[in-house]
């Protein structure tokens, strides 16, 4: 069955760095668009970023994208999100998600949770 699992998330001070990392199995990774999506608490899914199969095309949020970047290994079948320059507004529990192209989410993760805080 198709697994996304998360890891990466923790602790982080303001202006830091962290990267995410998402483990797919159960599919053909590299043939699917891969996304991030975030949910702060008390607010609801923002998507975050998101890259084509081959990695060829990135888009990212406005919120985000000067301080993102989204990559993939497709011969580990592994989804990254780097950040930087995180603000308390970055706190959430982040979500590797699939696409069906660039379009409706059909898998999620079970989340990684960022704190930024001093």
């Known amino acids: 069955q198709v697994q996304l699992v998360e890891s990466g998330g923790g602790l982080v001070r303001p202006g830091g760095s962290l990267r995410l990392s998402c483990a797919a199995s159960g599919f053909t990774f590299s043939t699917y668009w891969m996304n991030w999506v975030r949910q702060a608490p008390g607010k609801g899914l923002e998507w975050v970023s998101g890259?084509?199969?081959?990695?060829?095309?990135?888009y990212y949020s406005g919120s985000v994208s000067d301080r993102v970047t989204v990559s993939r290994d497709n011969t580990k079948n592994t989804l990254y999100l780097d950040m930087s320059a995180l603000r308390a507004e970055d706190a959430a529990v982040y979500y590797c998600a699939r696409s069906i192209g660039a379009g409706a989410l059909d898998a999620w993760g079970q989340g990684t949770l960022v704190t930024v805080s001093s």
């Open positions: 890259i084509s199969p081959g990695g060829a095309g990135t």
